[in-house]
């Protein structure tokens, strides 16, 4: 079954008075493309989320935003004296400027936060743990989308399906009244001059005009396409397909274009411009498949 592209997960945890906070927001994309944001302590680690994102989903924007707050009694920061000192040097400078020590410690790079090398290896085991969880959730909620989506895509398909059987049970239709209305004119024509429509004629002119206006292979080409889509959306992909689906849409539209231009009677124009609607709305909503 197919899958949306839009999706949110989230998953937070607890260790030693450490806690450990990570969301996930997935939105349409051609390709993907993972952002990873990550406060000052954890900055580094972004490669290790995003192979795991990579792992779990195949396509889309997606966005993971890590919140971390230390509580342990390890969570005091280191005052980085130089920075400091920068600071004072560069306010001191500045003529009827005063700055309190707290505002001071806010700076950026005056609180050093010393995590250790084993700190960082928990918090990445467990931001791996979060970030699969998180995953999880996002192509849960992105296959309940894709229920939806199928569903949509199902019934336009239909609709194509039944304007296409509509116009082929009009084409001998089609034939038959150009056939009488040349034979009118012919007559008309003829009449004038004391003469008679000869059968052959019309025959000749009649195969001419359906030569010209025959679209059994537009038909059968759009049945094919219809048949493709409708397997591609109905099985567990392997890989993503909504590119695909964008292409077997183009294939759909081109199709009944030609067919428009070609078969100019009005109530087979009229099936085509709302088999072009469908193919717009399908168009439209394969932009949110994987």
């Known amino acids: 079954m197919i899958r949306s592209m839009t999706g949110f997960g989230s998953a937070s945890s607890i260790v030693d008075g450490r806690h450990f ?7 349409n994309g051609k390709h993907l493309k993972c952002h990873v944001r990550l406060p000052e302590e954890l900055l580094g680690l972004e490669s290790e989320l995003e192979s795991i ?3 779990e989903i195949q396509r889309g924007t997606v966005t993971m935003t890590v919140r971390f707050q230390d509580r342990s009694s390890h969570a005091a920061a280191d005052i980085n004296n130089e920075a400091l000192a920068h600071y004072i040097e560069q306010v001191s400078s500045i003529d009827g400027v005063n ?19 084993d700190a960082r290896a ?21 296959s309940e989308e894709g229920k939806s989506l199928y569903s949509d895509l199902m019934a336009h398909l239909d609709r194509i399906a039944g304007e296409v059987v509509h116009i082929e049970a009009r084409i001998p ?3 038959k009244l150009f056939s009488e209305r040349l034979k009118s004119r012919m007559s008309s024509m003829l009449g004038e001059l004391g003469a008679e429509v000869r059968e052959e004629d019309l025959i000749r002119e009649v195969a001419i005009f359906a030569e010209k206006s025959d679209i059994a292979e537009e038909v059968s080409r759009l049945h094919g396409h219809l048949d493709q889509f409708k ?13 695909t689906l964008d292409f077997i849409t183009q294939e759909m539209l081109r199709e009944a274009n030609t067919m428009g ?21 399908i168009k439209e909503q394969v932009q949110n498949v994987e």
């Open 231 to 243: 397997e591609l959306i109905s099985v567990e992909p392997a890989s993503p397909i909504g590119r």
């Open 261 to 281: 231009s070609k078969c100019l009677d009005p109530v087979v124009s009229k099936h085509v411009v709302s088999i072009k609607g469908a193919v717009d709305r």
């Open 173 to 175: 239709e089609v034939n």
């Open 21 to 27: 906070s990570l969301e996930i927001r997935a939105l």
């Open 122 to 142: 928990e918090a990445l085991n467990k931001l791996r743990q979060l970030a699969t969880e998180a995953c999880s959730a996002v192509n849960t909620m992105r």
């Open 99 to 117: 700055i309190d020590a707290g505002t001071l410690l806010q700076l950026p790079g005056v609180l050093v936060h010393n995590t250790g090398e």
């Open 53 to 55: 994102v990579s792992s």
